[in-house]
């Protein structure tokens, strides 16, 4: 039987210790690691590398806002308790709340779902999308990160060796956005890998019709999850015309490269952008675009009520 060395920190600042001396594999739900590093049906996983269980740091496990007024979710908080936590953001609830089935909700962590760095990723289309940092300590101090800019390209991340991903930061207040829009296409509701997830807010002038505001991301539609602020501009100082839609709706085109079923891909996010920017423009009486009401997001035909 092979022997794994497992360290078992009690506090963060011993986690950083043990991380500053040893190439360690952290480990919170595990929902990823024992995926990744599993073997035949019946036989425990193998890891090549010690691993370090970070799971239960006190410290990691808080939800709260900061004195700027952002949300800061703890690296080890899992998709159950952001979905549950009206502190969390709307897009960001949305999409814990769809991540695979309710045991997996209760282990799966934000941190270990950005770190794992997938397009197919749940959270960083919501983070993309507000902007959100990640915290990133080790016993030299913390930085902070783009979560865009800290998943680097497909499964890598900017993460120096000695440390460790400790919050997320989201910039966000209820009245940031007038309407807001989360859709994930799956095989169901939930417990569905996602096969395409569009966010998208937008914010009106006092107006009511010129643009302050927008903003859309996409996952799975290519190596990372997809956000072009260039796009967004087209639409900002200006009102939503018909022309300028597709203008957004072409330009985001651009931007998304899925590999696999790329015709079924695109079509589905252009009409998502189109159905949200149609219905925003309307000024509706809810703030939540609704994607379920007799509308197909994706060419096939629209469920019956
Ligand atoms: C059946 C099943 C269904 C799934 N469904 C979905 C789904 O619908 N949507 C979705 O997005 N994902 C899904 N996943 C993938 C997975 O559950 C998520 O990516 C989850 O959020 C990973 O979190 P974890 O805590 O389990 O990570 P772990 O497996 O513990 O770790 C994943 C990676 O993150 C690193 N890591 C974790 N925490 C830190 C930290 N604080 N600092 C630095 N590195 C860290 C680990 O070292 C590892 O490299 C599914 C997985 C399974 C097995």
Redesign the pocket.
């Known amino acids: 039987m092979e022997e794994l060395k497992c360290y078992m920190p009690k506090t963060l600042r011993e986690a950083l210790e043990i991380k500053a001396k040893v190439d360690v ?11 990744s590093h599993k073997r035949t049906l019946g036989l425990t996983p193998v890891f090549e590398k010690p691993v370090m269980i ?2 239960n740091l006190p410290e ?1 496990r808080k939800i709260y806002v900061n004195d700027k007024g952002e949300c800061c979710i703890g ?2 908080c899992t ?1 159950a308790e952001i979905a549950e936590n009206t502190l969390c953001p709307w897009h960001l609830r949305q999409a814990a709340s ?4 309710i045991g ?1 909700r209760n ?7 950005i ?2 760095a ?1 397009p ?4 960083p289309g919501p983070l993309y999308l507000l902007d959100a940092r990640v915290k990133l300590s080790s016993l030299r101090g913390d930085r902070e990160e783009l979560v865009s800019d800290f998943i680097v390209k497909f499964r890598t991340i900017d ?1 120096k060796s000695d ?4 919050e997320i930061i989201v910039p966000y207040s209820e009245d940031d956005f007038d309407y807001i829009f989360w859709h994930k296409v799956g095989t169901r509701k ?5 096969k395409i997830t569009v966010s998208q807010a937008i914010k009106f002038e006092k107006d009511g019709k010129t643009v302050k505001d927008f903003r859309v991301s996409a996952t799975a539609t290519g190596a990372k999850t997809n956000r072009s602020r260039d796009v967004e501009k087209l639409l900002i100082g200006k009102a939503i015309e018909p022309a300028i839609i597709e203008e957004v709706v072409n330009g985001f085109d651009q931007v998304i490269s899925p590999r696999a079923m790329p015709e079924f891909r695109r079509e589905a996010t252009r009409r998502m952008i189109r159905r949200f920017l149609t219905e925003a423009a309307k000024h509706p009486k809810d703030k939540v675009i609704d994607t379920y009401e007799g509308y197909s997001m994706t060419g096939a035909p629209a469920p019956r009520k």
């Open positions: 594999i952290p480990l919170a739900g595990g929902s990823d690691l024992m995926v970070i799971r990691l690296a080890g998709s769809r991540m695979g089935a997996l282990s799966a962590t934000i941190a270990g779902n770190a794992n997938s197919k990723g749940d959270t993460l440390e460790l991903i400790t939930a417990n569905a890998i996602s």
